[in-house]
């Protein structure tokens, strides 16, 4: 099974910071790749679909890059209402398919 | 609007069964796979079961496999997720999710499993 390690696990940063966190995937997966936002007590949301490709409604200071094994979000400009925990999901071919771990994004 | 469902959740003790149900609406639900995950509490996501949108195929991760199915009723627009042989460690919130891609989320349903 593809196994994603996400990283940082957590992260400290102050509003109108640029953040960036990290996926890797243990064999490519092409751009199968989406992330989400998650806040407490809520469902994920997904951000971007497809590595890069920015979700309906989802405001443009978010953006996915990468390819194969190597896969960023970066956060341009952090929002107040942007605090919160972040996964990437891979969903290359057939399942299982898997997350990574989380990145929990506070405010500084 | 695509909106999804659950149902089904409760307290249930170790080696029982409990059937979640997920009810989606708003998107041809016949077209698109559906797929199970779960938070197990204070823990990150976890990948359960997807089906296919004729409910051909099915697929599973290793921790559920051969004690989960799911299943779909395309004439009710419901995909379920049937668990056996509970554990403690399935404790979590469950959620639907429409398509493979998991681009829709439902809100959830809590499973605790205790004696």
């Known amino acids: 099974a593809i196994q994603m390690t996400q990283s940082p696990s957590s992260l400290s940063a102050s509003v109108g910071d640029r953040v960036i966190i990290t996926c890797r995937a243990s064999q490519g997966i092409r751009d199968d790749l989406n992330w989400y936002q998650q806040k407490p007590g809520k469902a994920p949301k997904v951000l971007i679909y497809s590595a890069s490709n920015l979700q309906a409604g989802v405001p443009s200071r978010f953006s996915g890059s990468g390819s194969g094994t190597d896969f960023t979000l970066t956060i341009s400009g952090l929002q107040p209402e942007d605090f919160a925990t972040y996964y990437c999901l891979q969903h290359h071919t057939y399942p299982p398919y898997s997350f990574g771990q989380g990145t929990k994004l506070e405010i500084k | ?115």
């Open chain 2, 1 to 115: 609007e695509v909106q999804l469902l659950e149902s089904g959740g409760g307290l249930i003790q170790p080696g029982g069964s409990l059937r979640l149900s997920c009810a989606a609406s708003g998107f041809i639900f016949s077209n698109y796979a559906m797929s199970w995950a779960r938070q197990s509490p204070g823990k990150g996501l976890e990948w359960v079961a997807a089906i296919g949108g004729s409910g051909g195929v099915t697929y599973f991760a290793d921790s559920v496999k051969g004690r989960f199915i799911i299943s779909r009723d395309n004439s009710k627009n419901t995909v379920s997720l049937q668990m056996n042989s509970l554990r403690v460690g399935d404790t979590a919130i469950y959620y639907c999710a429409k398509d493979w891609d998991m681009d829709v989320w439902g809100q959830g349903t809590t499973v605790i499993v205790s004696s």
